[in-house]
């Protein structure tokens, strides 16, 4: 993380299984991500539905604004 903020670059976690998962790379300032912890796959014609209706989990509002 610091490397890249250092080079003005974000960094998008792969494979976040957990919200402890979610939790520990907020807290390293790591705000996108993918992974099971978020989504399972799913059909691109869910995705809009999904997006409307997501909330993060609530142990991620306390380590971002964004979230």
Not at 9 to 27: P, S, Y
Not at 32 to 41: D, M, S, V, W
């Amino acid at each position: 993380m610091s490397l890249a903020k250092s080079f003005k670059h974000k960094v998008i976690a792969e494979g976040v299984e957990t919200i402890a998962h979610g939790t520990a790379l907020l807290q390293t300032g790591c705000e996108l991500a993918q992974g099971y912890g978020i989504a399972r796959p799913m059909m691109a014609k869910d995705i809009p539905e999904w997006s409307v209706n997501w909330k993060p989990d609530d142990a991620w509002r306390e380590f971002s604004p964004h979230v």
